[in-house]
């Protein structure tokens, strides 16, 4: 389970779209980045349930994000 999942605007102007976010997982803080296109660049240790965060990223985005 994902905790206290952050995100913001990568970029002051928001013209180029992306995000940077950050949550706790298993008491360790993971950070990216998330582009427009739901590629996402781990910029901690990529987590071994990799897979299954992106997911729950890819949700969270889509609702926090999209359908605002």
Same mark, same amino acid.
């Given at each position: 389970? *994902? *905790?206290?999942? /952050? !995100?913001?605007?990568l !970029?002051? @102007?928001q013209k *180029?779209?992306?995000w940077s976010f950050s949550f706790y997982y298993h008491k360790q +803080? &993971?950070?990216g980045n998330y582009f427009s296109d739901g590629t996402i @660049?781990? *910029?901690s240790d990529?987590? /071994?349930e +990799? @897979? /299954?965060l992106e997911q729950q990223i890819h949700? &969270?985005?889509l609702f926090h994000v999209y359908d605002s």
């Open positions: 389970m *994902l *905790l206290h999942f /952050q !995100y913001k605007p !970029y002051k @102007e *180029l779209p992306g +803080r &993971l950070t @660049e781990w *910029l990529i987590p /071994q +990799r @897979e /299954q949700e &969270l985005m």
